[in-house]
């Protein structure tokens, strides 16, 4: 019913910056909340940012100060914008969109190489 494709991954050198995109598709009508986690080799999942459907935002705090989330509602497409890239932060960056159920996109490669 829903349907997620990310876009803007790919490489990037330390410092450097990258912009991810997220558009929903589909049966899409109260989303509580948008957001992005990611999962490196031999980690878990972690969150990333959220933001809520009030507009209040939530970030992981090894992103704060450097990563920024924001939205457009009527364009069903949540953004994230990456800043001071590490190459800690090399993952696959999964969009999700929490309705009455989860839904995740399929993953978009962020490497950032030293």
């Known amino acids: 019913q829903v349907h997620l494709v990310e876009s803007g991954g790919g490489l990037v050198q330390a410092g450097g910056s990258l912009r991810l995109s997220c558009a929903g598709s589909g049966i899409i009508s109260s989303i509580y909340y948008m957001g992005w986690y990611r999962q490196a080799p031999g980690k878990q999942r972690e969150l990333v940012a959220v933001i809520a459907s009030g507009g209040i935002k939530n970030y992981g705090d090894s992103v704060k100060g450097r990563f920024t989330i924001s939205r457009d509602n009527a364009k069903n497409t949540v953004y994230l914008q990456m800043n001071s890239l590490k190459p800690e932060d090399t993952a696959v960056y999964y969009c999700?969109?929490?309705?009455?159920?989860?839904?995740w996109g399929q993953g978009t490669q962020v490497t950032v190489s030293s």
């Open positions: 999700l969109f929490r309705l009455g159920i989860e839904y």
